[in-house]
């Protein structure tokens, strides 16, 4: 890298700009496909560059990280095996509590549980920063050690 005096360019997906604007993500996509939100695509997924996000709004955009520097995210899958429908909704009821009322609270964190009942088998999917996953997990974790 050389110092060359370029400034790193923060870009949001489309899930952060629809938080951030308290849209639908299919409404977000259908902006970027209309041209009305400038977009880049990287893959099969849309950035949005921070200057093209308060173009589009005509507000400066809100930093995705602490002090507006970079933001991490986990994407993680807790699978648990062997938990009956009772423990599951305790499990859910804490977790879904727990990320209302914690550090990422202001909906950054995203979380899914798809339970089989036939296998007993629950699986948890987990999107949100790094420290805030981590906790989360720990606390998974003990619910699981709580119900055996």
Same mark, same amino acid.
């Given at each position: 890298?050389?110092?060359?005096?370029?400034?790193?360019?923060? &870009?949001?997906?489309?899930?952060?700009?629809?938080?951030?604007?308290?849209?639908?993500?299919?409404?977000?996509?259908?902006?970027?496909?209309?041209?009305?939100?400038?977009?880049?695509?990287?893959?099969?997924?849309?950035?949005?560059? %921070?200057?093209?996000?308060?173009?589009?709004?005509?507000?400066?955009?809100?930093?995705?990280? %602490?002090?507006?520097?970079?933001?991490?995210?986990?994407?993680?899958?807790?699978?648990?095996?062997?938990?009956?429908?009772?423990? *599951?909704? %305790?499990?859910?009821?804490?977790?879904?509590?727990?990320?209302?009322?914690?550090?990422?609270?202001?909906?950054?964190?995203?979380?899914?549980?798809? &339970?089989?009942?036939?296998?007993?088998?629950?699986?948890? *999917?987990?999107?949100?920063?790094?420290?805030?996953?981590?906790?989360?997990?720990?606390?998974?974790?003990?619910?699981?050690?709580?119900?055996?």
């Amino acid at each position: 890298m050389s110092g060359g005096g370029a400034v790193a360019r923060q &870009y949001y997906s489309v899930d952060q700009v629809a938080a951030l604007l308290g849209l639908h993500v299919k409404t977000v996509r259908a902006y970027v496909r209309d041209g009305r939100l400038k977009a880049t695509r990287i893959g099969k997924q849309y950035r949005i560059a %921070r200057e093209d996000l308060e173009a589009f709004t005509g507000n400066a955009a809100p930093s995705t990280g %602490r002090g507006g520097g970079p933001y991490a995210e986990a994407s993680t899958i807790v699978r648990i095996d062997g938990i009956d429908r009772e423990a *599951v909704t %305790r499990l859910t009821t804490t977790v879904m509590a727990a990320i209302a009322h914690g550090p990422d609270g202001d909906g950054r964190m995203r979380v899914e549980a798809v &339970y089989d009942e036939e296998r007993a088998n629950l699986k948890v *999917v987990i999107l949100g920063g790094l420290d805030s996953t981590a906790e989360l997990i720990k606390i998974i974790d003990v619910l699981v050690g709580e119900a055996e």
